[in-house]
């Protein structure tokens, strides 16, 4: 099955810029989506179909997706970014959806 | 506004059958294309997606779960249902329904439930 690697954390301090990577095969083939948890709360879409945001999420927040890695970034970190970060994809040619291991962000 | 409410008992024993239940409010499970789904989450782990369903009966389910799942909506109830049989301690998790919308061919979830914890021990 397809896998997806993020690295486990990410520190950045307030009002830098903070890099989060999902590596898999050939991603760049795939459209890839993030998600945002905080501790105790359900997830929430922070951009899909590689960098599209949905309504209400910052443009701080911005993908993008290439060869055999996708990157979520989030511009001007902010304490309110700390969360779990998690990418996903569909795999057209199982039919299933695929989450990365997830990445914890921490604001200095 | 779209809301998805999980509920179900909070505790299963070892070899029973899970069975979830979610109600939407604020969209129509039995039109248009989205997908309806479950995603879980182990203590302390990541996601993992479980399967979704349209009304139309196309059903996705993930293949290390294939064997013991069943997924259904009811378009009466506006809701769907997780059921997993044989449940071991390592299907403790929260449980979360979603709605999966489509862009180019890929399902991604834009709504999400809040989620229920379900522990597997006797």
């Known amino acids: 099955s397809y896998v997806l690697t993020q690295p486990p954390s990410v520190s950045v301090a307030p009002g830098q810029t903070a890099t989060i990577t999902c590596g898999g095969n050939k991603i760049g083939r795939e459209g890839v989506n993030w998600y945002q948890q905080k501790p105790g709360q359900a997830p929430v879409l922070v951009v899909y179909d590689d960098n599209d945001r949905p309504s209400g999420i910052p443009e701080r927040f911005s993908g993008s997706n290439s060869d055999n890695t996708a990157t979520l970034t989030i511009n001007r970190v902010e304490a309110g970014d700390e969360a779990d970060y998690f990418c996903q994809v569909w795999d057209g040619r199982s039919d299933l959806g695929v989450f990365g291991t997830g990445t914890r962000v921490s604001v200095l | 506004q779209l809301q998805l409410q999980e509920s179900g008992p909070g505790l299963v024993k070892p070899s029973e059958t899970l069975s979830l239940t979610c109600d939407v409010s604020g969209d129509s499970i039995s039109t248009g294309s989205h997908y309806w789904g479950w995603i879980r989450q182990p203590p302390g782990k990541g996601l993992e997606w479980i399967g979704s369903m349209h009304y139309s009966g196309t059903t996705y389910y993930n293949p290390s779960l294939k064997s013991r799942l069943s997924i259904s909506l009811d378009t009466s109830k506006n809701q769907l249902s997780l059921k997993l049989s044989s449940v071991t301690a390592a299907d403790t998790a929260v449980y979360y329904c979603?709605?999966?919308?489509?862009?180019?061919?890929?399902?991604?979830?834009?709504?999400w439930g809040k989620g229920t914890t379900v522990t597997v021990s006797s």
């Open positions: 979603a709605r999966h919308a489509q862009s180019w061919g890929y399902y991604y979830m834009d709504v």
